[in-house]
């Protein structure tokens, strides 16, 4: 994992391209065709903007690798300072890696740098209950679900419900890379 990085943007480019179906049905609706945003130029201006955003300490953008390509992300973003110190989790990983833990692995490097580094006290990941492996995803990670968000997010084209999962830092002493290791199966 990495900061995105200004050379990415052709790799992101093709990756989101070739994983459109895959993909798609989890993404915010939006009136512009999904090849138009996803090409190299719209890569940057997302980079330029979630970086800003990093600078300010309201967002935590990450690229994954896998075998030394690019094969997603994961961000914190929404982060909260003061008495909340909270952030939203979102992520996404090509198909063609999706099933080997890469994504779960990336997830609990990223909750443990919030909780440590930055000090966050709460990480909240919204799921659609259509999205069985990302609900597992996170309950395997130690997420708690607390409540069906109804019409929450407008996705693929309407207001879609989520459940609202929350992870504390008080919830892994050890860390969630600990947790995330013990599930591996030996």
């Known amino acids: 994992m990495h900061p995105l990085r200004w050379r990415d943007a052709g790799e992101w480019?093709?990756?989101?391209?070739?994983?459109e179906g895959w993909l798609?049905?989890?993404?915010?609706t939006s009136a512009v065709p999904w090849?138009?945003?996803?090409?190299?130029?719209a890569y940057r201006a997302m980079r330029r903007v979630v970086n800003g955003r990093a600078r300010h300490g309201t967002s935590l953008p990450f690229a994954v690798r896998v075998e030394g390509r690019l094969a997603g992300q994961v961000t914190l973003d929404n982060v909260v300072r003061g008495a909340l110190r909270s952030g939203y989790l979102g992520y996404w990983i090509d198909r063609a890696v999706a099933g080997r833990g890469m994504t779960s692995l990336a997830v609990a490097l990223v909750c443990d740098h919030a909780f440590g580094d930055v000090g966050l006290h709460r990480v909240e990941a919204?799921?659609?209950?259509?999205?069985?492996?990302?609900?597992?995803l996170v309950e395997r990670l130690g997420f708690q679900r607390e409540g069906l968000l109804r019409r929450y997010l407008d996705i693929?084209?309407?207001?879609?419900?989520?459940y609202a999962y929350a992870l504390l830092a008080e919830d892994v002493p050890g860390g969630v890379l600990a947790s995330w290791r013990r599930g591996i199966p030996g």
């Open 35 to 41: 090849a138009q945003r996803h090409t190299p130029a």
């Open 13 to 19: 480019s093709r990756l989101r391209l070739a994983n």
């Open 156 to 162: 693929d084209g309407a207001w879609r419900d989520h």
């Open 126 to 136: 919204d799921i659609r209950p259509e999205n069985l492996p990302s609900q597992r």
């Open 24 to 28: 798609s049905p989890w993404e915010p």
